[in-house]
């Protein structure tokens, strides 16, 4: 399956080496990578940190489902040195090592309100401390136009449409895909996001 994209980032060690043993082993284990964006320097979101991220958007063509995906991916962060602290929250990098307390979760295709967790600026994914340098980062941002709400996987990622450093490379790629769930092209995306961090090509 196409139109998955993967966002990647890394602001520990060697970050430039460390998206490219990450790409070598996502072609390797997890799919075909079918389109790359260019790597961009980006400011630590979510906290303060001298050293910036580097950042790169993959499309990849798949034969795993989401969830097999997802622990694939996982693997390939512990094999490149990613160390969780804690394994309580949605695995998608949004809400690590955040309490899913109080967040209600579907499996099924929502129709009605968007998750809190995508709304509420006071949700868990906004507590301070919820994010952290690393030396590597996978995150699944969209899986095709599926929608998946569950304790261990929210797709599309609650939290890309908010984030400069993921909307513009993923704009460079894919600037007319549709955001399943909000119903805006990712180019749109880019013109309504309030970030303002720096997010520079390198």
Same mark, same amino acid.
């Given at each position: 399956?196409?139109?998955?994209?993967l966002?990647?980032?890394s602001?520990?060690g060697?970050?430039?080496?460390?998206?490219?043993?990450?790409?070598? /082993?996502?072609?390797?284990?997890?799919?075909?990578?079918?389109?790359?964006?260019?790597?961009y320097e980006? #400011?630590?979101?979510?906290?303060?940190?001298?050293?910036?991220?580097?950042?790169? $958007?993959?499309?990849?063509d798949?034969?795993?489902?989401?969830?097999?995906?997802? #622990?694939?991916?996982?693997?390939? #962060?512990?094999?490149?040195?990613?160390?969780?602290?804690? #394994?309580?929250?949605?695995?998608?990098?949004?809400?690590?090592?955040?309490?899913l307390?109080?967040?209600?979760?579907?499996?099924?295709?929502?129709?009605?309100?968007?998750?809190?967790? /995508?709304?509420?600026?006071?949700?868990?994914?906004?507590?301070?401390?919820?994010?952290?340098?690393?030396?590597?980062?996978?995150?699944?941002?969209f899986y095709g136009?599926r929608?998946?709400?569950?304790?261990e996987? /929210?797709?599309p990622?609650?939290?890309?449409?908010?984030?400069?450093?993921t909307?513009?490379?993923?704009?460079?790629i894919?600037?007319?895909?549709i955001?399943?769930?909000?119903?805006?092209?990712?180019?749109?995306?880019v013109? /309504?996001?309030?970030?303002?961090?720096? $997010?520079?090509?390198i």
């Amino acid at each position: 399956m196409k139109d998955i994209f993967l966002l990647l980032g890394s602001n520990r060690g060697d970050r430039f080496a460390s998206l490219l043993k990450a790409k070598e /082993m996502i072609a390797s284990e997890a799919g075909t990578i079918v389109a790359c964006s260019s790597v961009y320097e980006t #400011e630590p979101w979510g906290f303060s940190d001298p050293v910036k991220f580097v950042n790169q $958007v993959l499309e990849i063509d798949s034969n795993l489902e989401p969830a097999p995906l997802l #622990e694939v991916l996982l693997s390939l #962060e512990k094999k490149l040195g990613r160390i969780r602290k804690r #394994e309580t929250a949605c695995k998608t990098g949004c809400l690590t090592d955040i309490p899913l307390d109080g967040l209600t979760f579907s499996a099924e295709p929502l129709s009605g309100p968007l998750p809190a967790v /995508m709304t509420d600026p006071d949700s868990p994914a906004q507590r301070p401390g919820s994010y952290t340098a690393r030396t590597i980062d996978i995150d699944l941002l969209f899986y095709g136009h599926r929608l998946i709400f569950t304790e261990e996987l /929210m797709v599309p990622h609650p939290r890309l449409h908010e984030r400069l450093f993921t909307l513009i490379p993923l704009c460079e790629i894919t600037p007319d895909f549709i955001h399943p769930v909000l119903k805006k092209s990712i180019r749109d995306l880019v013109r /309504m996001c309030t970030d303002r961090s720096q $997010v520079i090509r390198i």
